[in-house]
């Protein structure tokens, strides 16, 4: 997922941060001696496998080749980070937007995904909590530039081959929810870091049972 994105929203960095790892036995002396000459060559550069980086450019590509994904990412800001100050709490926040539509205030959130159907990627943005991360970052950019953003919009795009890629905008309902949500973990944080208090898991014994497709 972390090298897709690279590929994807910053092509730039993926051609002169990342390095293929060459084929060589490491098990013989000149394949160490290879690996070695290899690791100090590509210091500081991310090592990926040939074939890694074959799923990594195949994805990119059937991002690009998406005509709604393609609109959306031409010329769109990447990688923006904000920081600001959150009105209900005063809990310091921030985040790193994945793309910003600025002509249209639009937020992108590219996340690859095993089932890209808009049934399945419903399931993961509730087990996720990406309606949570839309409405921090929808609040983000209004704190940050005055605008509110017109949508939050999703491109997601399947890490198995071939790849499809579908373009969802966040409903209205969806990010209430998402910021209900947020405002509340906002509340308990800010009251467990004045309290010095973390909760966890009880102190108390519990009794646990199995759960029903287990008990016969």
């Given at each position: ?106 937020i992108i959130d590219l996340k690859t ?53 579908a373009v969802y905008a966040a409903d ?19 009251e467990c870091t004045e309290t010095g ?20």
């Amino acid at each position: 997922g972390t090298l897709a994105h690279l590929a994807i929203l910053e092509p730039e960095r993926w051609e002169s941060e990342t390095v293929l790892a060459p084929t060589v036995d490491r098990r013989t002396k000149a394949g160490k001696e290879a690996w070695a000459a290899f690791l100090e060559e590509a210091a500081g550069k991310e090592i990926v496998s040939a074939e890694d980086a074959a799923i990594v450019e195949s994805i990119a590509a059937a991002v690009r080749g998406h005509r709604g994904a393609r609109a959306l990412l031409h010329e769109a800001a990447t990688e923006v980070s904000l920081e600001w100050r959150d009105d209900a709490t005063g809990m310091r926040c921030k985040g790193r937007m994945d793309a910003v539509a600025k002509h249209d205030d639009v937020i992108i959130d590219l996340k690859t995904c095993q089932d890209a159907s808009p049934a399945s990627f419903t399931r993961a943005i509730a087990n996720f909590g990406y309606h949570i991360q839309a409405a921090h970052y929808l609040d983000g950019y209004e704190a940050a530039t005055g605008v509110r953003p017109r949508a939050y919009i999703w491109v997601a795009v399947e890490s198995s081959a071939p790849h499809g890629v579908a373009v969802y905008a966040a409903d209205a309902a969806m990010l209430e929810i998402g910021a209900e949500k947020r405002a509340m973990a906002l509340e308990i944080i800010a009251e467990c870091t004045e309290t010095g208090e973390w909760p966890g898991y009880p102190a108390e014994i519990q009794t646990i049972s199995l759960p029903g497709w287990a008990a016969f």
